[in-house]
Every structure is written in structure tokens, then in C-alpha cells.
């Protein structure tokens, strides 16, 4: 399949490489010239082509995948200077993967309808590593026949898939599930601070909050905390700043269905906390040590 693919950050260059390995003719655009020539370098397939913009890399796509930080972004790869939307053939199908905001997502699915092109919406979860092996999950929303069109596709991506509903029912999953893993984030953050400022040794810690059957345990303890933070690994797999941006998005939805997430509300302002401490920009686990740091400041003031 001819496939038109845009966004070669931490998740889209693994993602992208997958579906080059299954021998789809793909063209990939990033706004970083950096990140074109990384992943030119790395793919020297003759069906790997790299595009100069958006609209290059539509070209003669069967379907346009976007995978970008927010809807804005995919709404500026698609109409914005070179955008892609003009450069597809009608009845092309978009496939927008990143986590965004439901209603700007199908405010943009019908200005795609306009001009003769459909959207699914189908974020993933799952982290870079499993973006590499192809592994990740997808929650897709659309229409039953546009998803077909995309599932030959989210198979080389993807080990899990969950058809959701109509469109937008993907990113409305998308956000429930960031959500509790963005509080998740900083229980785990918390507990740990706690454990290590009463005198308890952090490996010893670890070990016990993440036993199997204890109710501390979850999957940031297990498995992306000693990845990264614990194994003194900061390099974002996952920007803290993009933390505030995803549980800002799912504030957003309870509002808009009435209702009141006192747990999120509380965690939007530890993650607002990371820009001004210099956190933004390191992986979503720097939270440990920027609670440390918040913490060790406001005992200082206390003295």
C-alpha cells in the first residue's frame, strides 16, 4: 500500500520502520530536517522515500497517517503552508495516531469530508520501545469501512487492536487510559518520595510496592520507572511536558460530561510544576526527582 506518514519523533520513526519492513511504499515527512536525515540514514530501502513536506509525502498515498503531539499539529501537517490534505486523491482515508482533543478531531474530520477524504482516529499506547517492535496498542474510532481500509496497516504496527466505535471513540479511550496513568505517575512518584525520605532504601522499596498481589503495584513501578528514572535514564521516552498536555485534555472531557476528576485536577498541578523547574523536556518519570526537588524547596522555606 502507498502510505504517507508524518511524524518521526520517539513513536512515529519505530512505527514508520514497521511498515517498511512489510514492504508498504512509504513517504515520510518530519518538520525536523534532523529527523529526516536520521531516519534517510537508517532506511535505505527502495521503498522508503523522504519528503521535503506534507504534501510530498501525501503524494499518491492510499492512506495519510499522522502521528503528532497534539490535533493542532495534525490540522497544520494537513492545511496548513504544503499541506497534505490538497495532495491526496479523494476517497483517501487519514489516519490520525497521536493523543489530541476529541472535539477539534472531528471539527477536522468534517473539514476533510469537505474535500472528499475520511479520518480514523486511532492513538496508540505503549512506549518507543514497543513502537520499534512493532507491538504498541491501538484504540480505534471510525466508520466500519474507512477502518478497514487502515487495519492491513495498524497490523504491522500494532500487537493489540481495539475497534472502539465511531470516530473519536479512539482518542476518547485514549484519554480515560492517559488519564489514570498520568495519576498513576505521580502516585508512583509520591510513594517513592515517601518510602525514600523516611529512611527506607529505594531498591528495597521498589522491590515491595512492586511485588505481585501487593496493591501498590502498578505498571509504571514495574516497568517504565526502573527503564528509566531508577536506571538514572532521563531521555525522554515520553516528555514530562507532554504529561500536562494529555491530563489537560482528559480535564477537558469531564467537563464536558459533568463531571469532577479531583484526582486529575490535583496531578495537572504537580506536571504545570516541570517547565519552571526545567523538566519539561526529560522523560515523563523525571517526576521523582522534580517532587524531590519541590519537596526539599518547600522544607527549605519552612526553616
Request: glycine share 10%.
Amino acid at each position: 500500500m502507498k502510505v504517507g506518514f508524518i511524524g518521526l519523533g520517539a513513536m512515529g520513526k519505530g512505527m514508520a520502520h514497521n511498515l517498511l519492513l512489510k514492504a508498504h511504499e512509504v513517504s515520510v515527512y518530519d518538520h525536523s530536517a534532523e529527523a529526516r536525515q536520521a531516519f534517510a540514514d537508517l532506511h535505505k530501502m527502495p521503498n522508503c522515500h523522504v519528503a521535503t513536506s506534507p504534501a510530498q509525502a501525501a503524494g499518491d498515498a492510499q492512506v495519510l497517517i499522522c502521528m503528532l503531539p497534539t490535533t493542532a499539529h495534525s490540522h497544520d501537517a494537513l492545511f496548513g503552508q504544503a499541506g497534505a490534505a490538497h495532495a491526496l486523491a479523494k476517497g483517501a482515508v487519514v489516519m490520525d495516531m497521536g493523543t489530541g482533543h476529541p472535539v477539534e478531531l472531528l471539527q477536522m474530520a468534517d473539514e476533510l469530508e469537505a474535500i472528499g477524504l475520511h479520518l480514523v482516529d486511532a492513538p496508540v499506547n505503549r512506549a518507543p520501545p514497543e513502537a520499534q517492535t512493532g507491538t504498541l496498542l491501538a484504540m480505534v474510532g471510525g466508520a466500519a469501512n474507512h477502518v478497514e481500509v487502515v487495519m492491513p496497516l495498524l497490523e504491522c504496527m500494532c500487537d493489540t487492536i481495539h475497534r472502539m466505535g465511531a470516530l473519536g471513540t479512539g482518542i476518547r479511550m485514549k484519554l480515560a487510559n492517559n488519564y489514570m496513568s498520568m495519576i498513576n505517575l505521580l502516585l508512583t512518584a509520591e510513594g517513592l518520595l515517601l518510602a525514600e525520605r523516611a529512611g527506607i532504601d529505594r531498591a528495597q522499596a521498589v522491590a515491595i510496592m512492586g511485588a505481585s498481589g501487593n496493591g501498590a503495584s502498578n505498571g509504571q513501578l514495574t516497568s517504565i520507572f526502573p527503564r528509566k528514572v531508577l536506571a538514572d535514564d532521563l531521555t525522554p521516552d515520553f516528555r514530562l511536558g507532554m504529561c500536562l498536555k494529555d491530563i489537560t485534555l482528559a480535564l477537558e472531557l469531564g467537563v464536558s460530561l459533568g463531571l469532577s476528576l479531583n484526582l486529575g485536577a490535583v496531578a495537572r498541578n504537580q506536571f504545570a510544576l516541570a517547565k519552571s523547574w526545567g523538566r519539561e523536556d526529560q522523560d515523563c518519570t523525571a517526576i521523582l526527582p522534580l517532587m524531590h526537588e519541590v519537596n526539599a524547596s518547600a522544607r527549605a522555606a519552612q526553616k
